[in-house]
């Protein structure tokens, strides 16, 4: 069912994978718990549906759970926590909190080029993220930088 989530989410169908992500979740959290790394992709997942969908707040909540059980699952240095860590900027952002999102977003891009190396995927698509959120401040020669 959560691949069924997940392309729903694809197809831009994302009230139907909201839906579908609470369902598998709550059978997630009672077959295997709310700490197992397959719950918290779900928990992820879903996240990105309320994203999607505009509920930031929601997002937030659940990226901020997230976040903080990868770290003490994962450590804070691993890929899938560094990732935890740009989803919740990206909520943070929608929000209207860009001093937030730009933090946590240059914590995740530092520790991306040092873990994973400048030109890694995830390390480039940070930086990205980033150039959007200098844009969405209306800092464009910093935007421009990272490009």
Do not use: C, F
Not at 2 to 21: C, D, I, V
Not at 53 to 67: D, F, I, S
Not at 102 to 128: C, F, M, N, R
């Amino acid at each position: 069912m959560g691949n069924l989530a997940n392309h729903y989410g694809n197809l831009r169908k994302h009230a139907e994978a909201e839906k579908l992500q609470q369902k598998v979740l709550e059978q997630q959290i009672a077959t295997l718990g709310s700490q197992h790394l397959d719950t918290l992709g779900t928990m992820s997942n879903l996240a990105n549906s309320y994203r999607d969908l505009g509920k930031y707040a929601e997002a937030m909540q659940l990226e901020q759970n997230v976040l903080e059980q990868r770290t003490t699952i994962l450590g804070p240095h691993h890929p899938d926590t560094l990732r935890a860590m740009s989803n919740l900027a990206g909520s943070y952002a929608g929000l209207g909190k860009y001093a937030e999102a730009k933090q946590l977003a240059l914590k995740v891009l530092e520790q991306q080029t040092a873990l994973l190396g400048p030109i890694h995927s995830d390390t480039l698509q940070t930086i990205g993220k980033l150039a959007i959120l200098q844009q969405n401040m209306k800092k464009y020669a910093e935007a421009e930088q990272l490009e």
